[in-house]
């Protein structure tokens, strides 16, 4: 468990508005290319609005885009998380009728950048073929991409081999890693939720590219879609679960020496137990893990999984919250044996990008306070010292469960109350009163005391002096900033 | 590093044009800006002279070695007998002072009487005496002019390549407490309005009023033609203390402030409108304030007899408003005793203070080490370092937002570390060799233990190694649950390696 694992800036989604050149006829595909499946590719269109972290009283941004999807069940299409994240409004089409059909999220999965749609009318989809999933391609083998890319308004298909196979970041949510398997067929702008299709069989969804980088197209294998799939049958997805361990490779000859172990190339070190995660309190920093539900894990945290070698963490990303996994420890030379009850780690959203939340906000007498998570820190520019430590730190360190929130002074608004105090702006509250705040509803009571103190006063880490508001000017400074800078909602405590 | 940094040293003015062929015959027109009597002129080349200066600064990533040397001259007056001044930086981290006759037909090594990074400052000498007798004879000290005031028209001296004195006649505009070179460091500045032209290069310039002494230039902005010119009293002050060894420098409280110009802060510490005030919002360990007893949330409302007001200034009698810290630093000296007016929970509080002065060398991250070579270990490919500012620094002009953000922690909250530690000692890089396999990733890791010592700074941990366990070394780091292990025989064999293959040395423990 590191802390913020921000990915490759080149990393790109593949959604877009479609561009203005003219199609090209398609000819008559090839006889091994069935081109009956077209009709199940859908082309979506997504309207939506971006919430405006740093304004958090705004509408935000409305903007929209094009991406694809495809039938895979009874008024089921399935498509990535990102082709509708923050939508309001999703038209789908059908290939060949310009005919637009009003569609609804059923699930979304922003963690792996996948989710289910479903039409008001199913009617006129009914008699189309319904897509069925195949294994995970082997390496230089064929695949098709068939969406709806940039360049044009019809549908398109390109071909290219599976390049790698790989556990890679998802950069839809900035914060993940998954299975991927990279192909060199040309994805593009659009491609984004399409299948992809080898011997009629979809084997993977089309989602990101690589910027720096030619014929790098990125695709999610199987195992995760049918992992999603399964997580959903219950009625609503419940992400993955985690182990909450952080852990150090075991190459160095001295260091096995010293932990007593046989040149072997066997086991990992565990350097970090994550408050509340599923391991704490079972597993501590200095165990050695040896191997998970009996397979071994190698000193570079890797295991066998079908004959491939892959990252420890793929046994994990196969299961669900509230499955059981055994861990083969060694502490002090004797070996160990738990078995680990899966749970979902929700405080490590602190570092992925959320989706479909309005940002949480106070604002009292000129003051704006949010909680920090990463869509106000890529909104923010935040140097102090301390709120970045804080940050780093919420998961590793278990800063989550003395202050859920990390609430931060983001703006100052200019008021004859706060006109001195635009300096602190950036820094992360620590005390409102003498008492520490532990997350935004807190911050709100604090700040709305039954009875009134003379003054309010808010230390702020780092800073080098308290904010002091005497109650008797909050009222009319908060009348005051509401109307000038036209604040309609004094507070969202709720997302 | 700093050296390269070329907006500090704005000064250095080129020296490329060609002689100007009749120019060097003083009794022809005399310069338009300059009306002194050209005789008057030529008699100033007998109380300067050049200083060439080679600096070479230590390599931060390989603490064995300097980064390749650099060169800096200075125009400096002669101020007493064979002693001539100019700025700190000039000697910072230099190899080698020269003095140079303005005509250049002679050259003599020079050394450091007495350096003041602080201030700016530094006294040279002639490295031997005999020899310097020799070089200063004919030359005639520039005595120390009354303080101008502001208005005053003061000289820029500057000698051109071919000897030839060059005065630019300037105007003392504003009167500061400002720093010139090391950042945070305040001390009584003019700023002169002054058109110079480009003349020889030089770090330093002696600035005159009626013919003596006033003020060193130190830095000029070609865009505003405005100069920092380090003020006459300051001079006249480190001329003093630079008669008595060891050097014992200018006094400070210890204290960092912030403004009370906020009316709801100002109810909230109970100080009424007449009050001015200065909110007092740390109070650095072990400085004159802690020792006095002063808080951290105390006000600050005079010192001596000066009121100070709400933004940190007091009327000083021919300079306006000057900054509070002047009273300290620029006023008074190591043990005086001062006393401090204070608000504490609103009331009214007198304490003295006996001023010292905070030695950088012994702060957790020191923010100068200038002319000290750096204290490291490498031991079977780990380097270890000591944490200093300059080293951070290294990480380029954004260092404060791309530094690593544990090491950045240690130098803005020391308190954390002060209790356990005398020094910050990490691990600043890993190069990679048999025995640290495995080891290439980890950096800029704090080191808490060695061998199950508590390392406190280098020396610590030098010690700390000589002690192994059954052959192996364990090191441990702040922040990780890790411990890391370095064999004894592999160690031993790759350190043989490294020295083989040009390290000079694989440690420097003072």
Redesign the interface.
């Known amino acids: 468990m590191s802390a913020a694992r921000f990915l490759l800036a080149g990393l790109f989604l593949i959604s877009s508005a479609s561009a203005q050149i003219a199609p090209v006829a398609p000819s008559e595909a090839p006889a091994d290319a069935p081109s009956g499946i077209y009709k199940s590719v859908v082309r979506i269109e997504v309207a939506s609005q971006v919430p405006d972290y740093s304004t958090p009283w705004n509408a935000g941004r409305f903007g929209g885009g094009i991406g694809t999807g495809f039938i895979i069940g009874k008024n089921r299409i399935l498509t990535n998380a990102h082709v509708i994240s923050n939508g309001r409004r999703i038209l789908v089409n059908i290939y060949g009728s310009p005919q637009k059909y009003a569609a609804k999220v059923e699930f979304v999965a922003h963690d792996c950048d996948l989710a289910i749609l479903s039409v008001e009318d199913f009617t006129n989809f009914e008699k189309l073929p319904v897509f069925t999933f195949g294994d995970v391609p082997q390496l230089e083998t064929q695949v098709r991409v068939i969406g709806y890319p940039i360049g044009g308004d019809r549908l398109s298909v390109t071909r290219g081999v599976v390049s790698r196979i790989d556990f890679s970041a998802y950069s839809h949510s900035r914060a993940d890693s998954h299975l991927v398997v990279q192909i060199d067929a040309a994805i593009n702008p659009g491609n984004s939720g399409g299948p992809v299709v080898q011997d009629g069989k979809v084997v993977g969804v089309a989602f990101q590219g690589l910027r720096q980088a030619d014929n790098t197209g990125y695709i999610i294998p199987t195992p995760v879609i049918k992992r999603f799939l399964k997580d959903v049958e219950d009625g609503h997805y419940d992400s993955y679960a985690e182990l909450g361990l952080g852990d150090f490779p075991l190459f160095n000859p001295a260091m096995r020496k010293a932990l007593k172990l046989p040149d072997d190339n066997t086991g990992v070190l565990i350097t970090n137990v994550t408050p509340t995660g599923s391991c704490d309190g079972v597993i501590k920093p200095g165990d050695i893990l040896m191997s998970i539900d009996g397979k071994q894990v190698d000193s570079a945290g890797m295991v066998t999984i079908d004959g491939e070698d892959v990252d420890m963490h793929e046994i994990i990303e196969r299961k669900f919250a509230g499955n059981k996994v055994a861990l083969t420890i060694l502490r002090d030379g004797a070996s160990k044996d738990f078995e680990i009850t899966l749970k979902p780690l929700s405080w490590s959203r602190m570092y992925a990008i959320q989706y479909e939340m309005k940002p949480r906000y106070i604002m009292f007498a000129g003051l704006v306070f949010q909680p920090l998570d990463t869509n106000l820190f890529a909104a923010s520019k935040f140097d102090d010292v301390t709120l970045r430590r804080l940050y780093g730190d919420y998961v590793p360190k278990g800063i989550f469960q003395k202050r859920p929130d990390i609430v931060v002074l983001t703006r100052v608004e200019s008021d004859p109350l706060t006109s001195q105090l635009g300096n602190f702006a950036g820094y992360a509250v620590d005390k409102i009163n003498g008492v520490e705040v532990k997350d935004l509803k807190h911050a709100n009571e604090l700040l709305h005391p039954k009875e009134k103190p003379e003054f309010f006063a808010i230390e702020l880490f780092g800073a080098e002096r308290p904010l002091v508001i005497p109650s008797s000017e909050v009222e009319s400074a908060t009348k005051r900033v509401q109307q000038a800078y036209d604040i309609e909602q004094l507070s969202n405590l709720e997302d | 590093m700093k050296y390269s940094a070329p907006v500090l040293f704005a000064l250095a003015l080129t020296a490329c044009e060609p002689p100007k062929q009749e120019a060097a015959t003083p009794s022809a027109v005399p310069a338009a800006s300059a009306p002194k009597p050209v005789e008057d002129r030529s008699a100033l080349k007998q109380s300067v002279v050049r200083i060439n200066s080679t600096l070479q600064s230590w390599n931060p990533s390989q603490p064995w070695e300097k980064n390749p040397p650099g060169q800096r001259r200075a125009l400096a007056p002669i101020v007493g007998k064979n002693q001539v001044l100019t700025t700190g930086e000039l000697v910072a981290d230099a190899t080698y002072l020269e003095f140079e006759s303005t005509d250049g037909t002679r050259m003599l090594p020079a050394k450091v009487i007495a350096v003041d990074f602080e201030a700016n400052l530094a006294l040279l000498g002639p490295a031997d005496d005999e020899k310097g007798a020799k070089f200063f004879e004919g030359t005639v000290p520039l005595e120390l002019a009354v303080p101008p005031r502001i208005g005053d028209t003061v000289d820029i001296l500057q000698v051109e390549e071919n000897g030839m004195p060059l005065l630019t006649a300037g105007s003392l505009q504003s009167v500061d407490v400002i720093t010139n070179f090391l950042e945070g460091q305040f001390f009584l500045t003019f700023e002169v309005k002054a058109s110079m032209q480009s003349a020889a290069s030089s770090f330093s310039l002696p600035v005159l009023h009626h013919g003596k002494l006033a003020g060193l230039l130190a830095s000029y902005n070609a865009k505003d033609q405005l100069s920092d010119v380090t003020s006459t009293e300051l001079l006249a002050r480190f001329l003093q203390a630079a008669k008595t060894t060891p050097y014992a420098g200018f006094p400070s409280l210890g204290i ?1 402030t ?1 403004r009370t ?2 009316p ?2 100002r ?2 510490l109970k100080l009424t409108d007449d009050q001015g005030g200065l ?1 007092i ?2 109070v650095r360990k072990g400085g004159a304030a802690e020792t006095a007893g002063i808080h951290k949330g105390d006000v600050l409302l005079s010192i001596g007899e000066h009121a100070i007001d709400r933004r940190g200034y007091y009327p000083h009698p021919t300079y306006g408003s000057l900054f509070w810290s002047h009273l300290v630093r620029g006023e008074r000296s190591t043990g005086d005793v001062v006393s401090l007016g204070l608000l504490r929970d609103g009331k009214p509080l007198k304490l003295d203070v006996t001023l010292t002065r905070s030695d950088e060398s012994k702060k957790l991250v020191p923010s100068y080490t200038f002319n000290q070579a750096p204290n490291y270990v490498v031991k079977g490919g780990l380097i270890f370092q000591e944490l200093t500012q300059p080293l951070l620094e290294a990480f380029g002009e954004e260092w ?2 791309r530094a690593p ?2 090491l ?2 240690a130098l ?2 020391p308190e954390k570390y002060e209790a356990r530690a005398d020094r910050i000692v990490f691990l600043s890089a890993v190069i990679a060799t048999p ?5 290439e990733r980890l950096r800029n890791l704090v080191v808490k233990k060695v061998n199950g010592q508590e390392i406190r700074d280098m020396k610590s941990l030098a010690e700390a190694f000589k002690k192994g366990t059954d052959g ?1 070394h ?1 090191i441990e780091f702040e922040d ?8 004894e025989a ?1 160690t031993s064999a790759v350190d043989k390696q490294l020295l083989q293959r040009g390290i000079p040395r694989l440690s420097r423990v003072k």
Do not use: C, P
């Open positions: 960092n912030a110009e906020d709801s802060f109810k909230w909110y919002s740390n404060r937002s953000l544990n950045i922690d803005e909250n025995a640290t396999i495995g080891y192996l364990s990780e649950n890790l411990t890391v292990q370095l064999d592999t």
